[in-house]
């Protein structure tokens, strides 16, 4: 049975790649995106682009007079860390304060089940490894305060007006449609695996890795991977799950790779050389990052569908050749 989900960020990488899912399985599908760090190309035919601001009284009016929805899956935030640690204050203005109005707008308009991307970057720098949904928060950034605020002000939503609501939190999203339809295109491009293959292909100076000397075999981070098609499906998964009450998932692989393994496999991938520089540490790096998804896994039954890195950065390299340039 096909319903009709309104999608903030749905022009963005992992907003995308939702709406791609959606459409697949026969759904119809409004997007709010305003282009700033999205792409016009990314989202797909079929569904209807809104472009504005999710906290424009003007661009959730357009986009509710398009419902009624099923639910809204909110994926439209600031999310660079680093950027936050800098300029705080527009984190807390975006994705709190754009939040509130998406939010209410869409209880105005009688939604009840919402699905928040969130952040793992709630858990700061965990002594036990792999994180669980019962791992203590601890936000390390103003961009894993904002989503904690956010967390927080769903929570009364759903004790006041009774929204179903699910929180996704995870750290490395990756890879591309298998498909071939969408991939990863930043600017400025933040994320390792794209920056290894651009640096493999010539396309970027070398690769810098910030820190060998962590306490880790090869003394480099270890972090994990989950390929972001696997993202969108565990983001419907847990739509259906919250019918029977809101929850927190925490979304990873269990599976942790260093900078040096991840730089081998993009080898293996591409057949090329990674050329690196090795640079000093960056601040607030922790030296191990891994989420564990049994839960999603036990109360729903998704499973990921790519299980290795190789697989995840096929799909990335693939993307990388058939688009140069990304969307331009």
Not at 162 to 191: I, M, Q, S
Request: with cysteine; proline share 6%; aromatic share 8%.
């Amino acid at each position: 049975m096909s319903g009709r989900f309104l999608v903030t960020g749905g022009a963005g990488y992992v907003g995308s790649h939702c709406v791609a899912t959606l459409l697949d399985r026969g759904h119809q599908v409004v997007v709010i995106d305003d282009l700033s760090r999205g792409h016009r190309e990314a989202v797909l035919e079929g569904a209807v682009l809104i472009e504005g601001r999710c906290g424009d009284p003007a661009t959730l009016a357009r986009a509710f007079a398009l419902g009624p929805f099923d639910a809204v899956l909110h994926f439209a935030a600031h999310s660079l860390v680093g950027e936050s640690m800098a300029e705080p204050f527009p984190y807390f203005r975006d994705n709190v304060g754009e939040g509130i109005a998406l939010l209410e707008a869409a209880l105005a308009a009688g939604v009840r089940r919402f699905v928040l991307s969130s952040t793992a970057n709630l858990f700061g720098a965990p002594a036990e490894m792999p994180i669980t949904e019962d791992t203590p928060l601890a936000p390390a950034s103003p961009y894993g305060e904002s989503k904690f605020f956010f967390e927080r002000i769903l929570a009364w939503a759903d004790r006041i007006f009774g929204l179903r609501y699910a929180t996704l939190r995870y750290f490395n999203a990756a890879g591309a449609d298998p498909a071939g339809r969408l991939g990863e295109d930043h600017d400025p491009e933040t994320h390792l695996i794209p920056l290894a293959l651009d640096a493999a292909l010539g396309r970027r100076p070398p690769l810098t890795i910030f820190g060998t000397d962590y306490p880790t075999p090869d003394g480099t981070c270890i972090r994990d991977y989950i390929h972001v098609s696997d993202l969108a499906t565990a983001h419907l998964a847990a739509l259906e799950a919250i019918a029977r009450g809101s929850r927190a998932y925490n979304l990873g692989t269990g599976h942790g790779y260093s900078v040096r393994e991840v730089i081998a496999a993009v080898e293996r991938v591409t057949g090329r050389r990674v050329p690196v520089i090795e640079g000093a540490r960056r601040a607030g790096d922790p030296p191990v990052l891994v989420a564990s998804s049994a839960r999603i896994q036990a109360e729903t039954g998704w499973q990921p569908r790519f299980t290795t890195l190789d697989e995840i950065i096929a799909t990335a390299h693939a993307w990388r050749l058939a688009h140069p340039d990304g969307y331009r």
